[in-house]
């Protein structure tokens, strides 16, 4: 079949820029160069260890996906970023201690070559935490021309085709979407006033989309998912996604919530609480950072249990989370939930889920994806909010007064279909009917010749 989009082939270096090269970005860095050296696998990486199935059941093709779309490959990556510290990333990654020391020396020389740009950073989004590689300059769009240079500098630089740039750093304060944010022209206007609703993330994602380069959001800020950017991407041809990587809690959210929906089995309560001591930690201490995470694990579970459809089930449920932090965790994630079921005749069983994770090993994996998916969206011609990525996002960006899809099946069937499509082949639902219906006809006729 042929093809529903040229592609352009992935030639050449591809650029990964990440606002915020601490935890998460160090541990992607330093895995990517680990899977090229021979030394680790990129386990968790759908573009790298996962598969497709193509065609019927019977054809049994399940090609890699790294082998069905073309994608660019680990060894045309480059990397890049921006942080408050300076320490380079062979440093930063020793000192967020989520890799083992032996492990990061033996990336020593790759890793140290690789120095974050000063930052672009607003002591207003984020409070407890500070460092001394920031930017100064006369307005914000001042900041966001400096963030274009560095960008611009960058590619030339390192002799890259394409960059793209996933938004790695600290969750900021909750704000909301205001008159600044509501088109590309008050934006603009507010970048050049200084106005405080312009937050760090969102002058990263204009100076990247201004450049060309797709933006994912990888936090719960208001980022991309504001009027005003989603404008400029029209207006650019950029691809943008997001937001917030689905890592610890959530993701065990989004795997078991619709297994109990599927057997229409109610849920009274949903209690869920996380222990973690890294830098990510020490900013959500904060209750204004705290408030920006608590609406995007919020979302995850009104989007599979729908109250007002199945009120019965769900129109009592109490959801509530809470995030402590806890230094002596370091990385290592702990969350524990507590789960109020009811089943026939209304019943009341429980669920308990205790899941001792390391949030970088599981945000690594999905900077890799996004990175090479964008790029590979904008290769294909596809710009604008990219909802097929929703597989990554606690909370996923959809065109306006569209509902999110939360269910991390029906998310990866988007996801693997998007690709399909791509590729011009056929789209699976699933449904099957047609082998027993060829069977049926053909026993039937096999009934009729003996007759």
């Not at 740009?117 to 984020?126: E, K, N, T």
């Not at 998912?225 to 943008?240: G, N």
Request: hydrophobic share 40%.
């Amino acid at each position: 079949m042929e093809k529903h989009k040229q592609i352009a082939p992935a030639t050449g270096k591809l650029g990964i820029l990440t606002p915020g090269m601490g935890a998460v970005a160090t541990t992607f860095i330093a895995g990517v160069i680990a899977a090229r050296k021979g030394i680790g696998q990129p386990i968790g990486s759908l573009t790298q260890m996962g598969r497709i199935r193509v065609g019927k059941r019977t054809e049994h093709r399940q090609p890699l996906i790294k082998e069905f779309v073309p994608l660019s490959t680990l060894d045309q990556v480059v990397f890049g970023g921006w942080d408050i510290f300076d320490d380079n990333v062979y440093e930063a990654a020793s000192h967020a201690k989520v890799l083992d020391q032996p492990l990061l020396d033996k990336l020593q020389p790759e890793l140290s070559q690789i120095k974050p740009m000063s930052a672009v950073f607003d002591s207003r989004y984020i409070r407890n935490i500070t460092g001394p590689n920031v930017k100064t300059g006369s307005s914000k769009m001042d900041l966001a021309e400096q963030l274009m240079a560095d960008i611009r500098n960058f590619k030339a630089q390192n002799n890259c085709e394409r960059l793209v740039m996933v938004w790695c750093a600290s969750t900021e304060a909750y704000i909301e979407s205001g008159d600044v944010h509501a088109t590309l022209a008050t934006f603009e206007q507010g970048l050049r006033d200084n106005h405080p609703d312009i937050a760090p993330s969102q002058i990263y994602a204009y100076a990247a989309l201004k450049c060309g380069v797709p933006f994912a959001n990888g936090a719960p800020n208001l980022t991309c998912d504001i009027p005003a950017m989603v404008e400029l991407s029209q207006l650019t041809k950029v691809a943008i996604g997001g937001k917030d990587f689905k890592t610890g809690q959530t993701l065990m959210k989004t795997v078991v919530a619709p297994g109990l929906n599927a057997r229409a089995l109610g849920v009274r309560g949903w209690f869920s609480t996380n222990i973690l001591g890294n830098r990510d930690g020490e900013v959500l201490d904060a209750p204004e950072n705290f408030r920006t995470k608590e609406v995007s694990k919020g979302n995850v579970l009104d989007g599979i249990f729908n109250s007002e459809l199945q009120p019965e089930l769900y129109g009592e449920l109490y959801h509530k989370i809470r995030i402590n932090y806890y230094p002596p965790h370091g990385d290592n994630k702990e969350s524990w939930d507590n789960i109020d079921i009811f089943g026939w005749l209304g019943y009341h069983m429980q669920i308990k889920i205790n899941f001792l994770c390391r949030d970088s090993i599981l945000a690594a994996p999905i900077v890799l994806d996004l990175a090479l998916f964008l790029d590979l969206a904008q290769r294909s011609g596809l710009y604008g909010i990219q909802e097929w990525l929703s597989f990554y996002f606690k909370a996923p960006q959809t065109m306006p007064g569209l509902p999110a899809e939360h269910d991390i099946f029906k998310q990866l069937s988007k996801l693997e279909n998007t690709l399909r499509y791509l590729m011009g082949e056929d789209l699976i639902t699933h449904l099957g009917q047609d082998y027993y219906e060829e069977f049926n006809e053909q026993f039937n006729a096999n009934v009729e010749v003996s007759a």
